[in-house]
Every structure is written in structure tokens, then in C-alpha cells.
T-cell receptor, first 110, second 114 residues
């Protein structure tokens, strides 16, 4: 059974800092891994998807890397802004279903 | 761009009542997934459909059933509601049954059971 751990559980940084969110998973037989953003009480916004054959994906200030063999992914956010404040969830896919981590709650202070 | 549509957005029911949640996937998407997110918890996979057939099943209670219709929309039927069913229910869609597809999530239906 896939288990996903995200570290840190919460993070508070001043505006402008670069930061890294970590995700680890126990079953490396994944097809892809998605990173999501969730605002309080809201839906899930897909940020990036990395296929199992890829090492990294970039979208604007976001860069996600994947080391499938070691069961790790990181989400790098450059030049953080207050609008980045949200919960960030990683979700590897072992087939049809995504298995979510508990998320990292990010607060960017202005 | 069109997104996944879920209705209703909010639903309040009493214990032991039934509820029906609807999901309209992105146009030309033929695969639908349902997830449940309890208060303070991460989303948990319930069930998925590809081309109107159930493709995978997760931790979905026997009191719940779902189906996908000919127009690819899906409905999640929940009977004998319990307090613990109060959660945010997400529907997601993808363009095909391939495991490598991105899943696009709807805004969710917030179900409150009193």
C-alpha cells in the first residue's frame, strides 16, 4: 500500500525566499506524480505533473523534481509571494488512483 | 478553458437520508474519479470510471454507489448517511484511461450531515 509523507508539515517564510517542499513515497512503481495546491476549504489546483520517466518539470516559479528509485519528489518555489500561501499536496499515481500526502501548509509573510 | 463541474456545491442532509452528487467532466474526457476529503484530512480515492465502466475501486463504503452515463457525466449516490460522511467530495477527470494522464479536479461538493 502506497504511503506518502510530506515534510515539513508547515512552513512560514518571509516574502521573496526560495523554498523547498519534500515528498516521499513508499512504493516506487508509480506512473506519475502530481503536485497540487489547495486553498482553505477550496478545490485542488494541479500545479505540475511529472511522468515516471522524467526527472523534473518547470512551470513559472515552480520546479518539481522526481527521483523515482528513491521514492522522493521535491517542489521548489522561487521568489515566494504572499499569494503562494496555501496547502501543497503531492500525489503519486500507482494506476487509476492518486494517493495524497497530508500536505505542507505554507505561509508567506509580506 | 472548460473545467470539471460539480453540483451541488453545498449539500446539507440529515442522518439516514440519501444524497446524490453529480460530476460533469471536461469535454472529451472519458475518465472520471471520485475522492473524499474529510475535515483536516488528505483526499482519499473512492472509485473511478473509464468509458462508463468501473475501472478501479478504493475505500468506498457499501452504502455508496456510483455510475458513469453515456454523456460521461458521473453520479455518486450515498444512502443511509452518517455523520462521518461529512466531507468535501471531489470529482476529477482525465482525457483517457491511461495511467499517465493528468487528473483535473473540480471545485468539490461540501456535504454536511446533521
Amino acid at each position: 500500500k502506497q504511503e506518502v509523507t510530506q515534510i515539513p508539515a508547515a512552513l512560514s517564510v518571509p516574502e521573496g525566499e526560495n523554498l523547498v517542499l519534500n515528498c516521499s513515497f513508499t512504493d516506487s512503481a508509480i506512473y506519475n506524480l502530481q503536485w497540487f495546491r489547495q486553498d482553505p476549504g477550496k478545490g485542488l489546483t494541479s500545479l505540475l505533473l511529472i511522468q515516471s520517466s522524467q526527472r523534473e518539470q518547470t512551470s513559472g516559479r515552480l520546479n518539481a523534481s522526481l527521483d523515482k528509485s528513491s521514492g522522493r519528489s521535491t517542489l521548489y518555489i522561487a521568489a515566494s509571494q504572499p499569494g503562494d500561501s496555501a496547502t501543497y499536496l503531492c500525489a503519486p499515481s500507482n494506476g487509476n488512483k492518486l494517493v495524497f500526502g497530508a500536505g505542507t501548509i505554507l505561509r508567506v509573510k509580506s | 478553458a472548460a473545467g470539471v463541474i460539480q453540483s451541488p456545491r453545498h449539500l446539507i442532509k440529515e442522518k439516514r437520508e440519501t444524497a446524490t452528487l453529480k460530476c460533469y467532466p471536461i469535454p472529451r474526457h472519458d475518465t472520471v474519479y471520485w475522492y473524499q476529503q474529510g475535515p483536516g484530512q488528505d483526499p482519499q480515492f473512492l472509485i473511478s470510471f473509464y468509458e462508463k465502466m468501473q475501472s478501479d475501486k478504493g475505500s468506498i463504503p457499501d452504502r455508496f454507489s456510483a455510475q458513469q452515463f453515456s454523456d460521461y457525466h458521473s453520479e455518486l449516490n450515498m444512502s443511509s448517511l452518517e455523520l462521518g460522511d461529512s466531507a468535501l467530495y471531489f470529482c476529477a477527470s482525465s482525457p483517457s484511461g491511461r495511467y499517465t494522464d493528468t487528473q483535473y479536479f473540480g471545485p468539490g461538493t461540501r456535504l454536511t450531515v446533521l
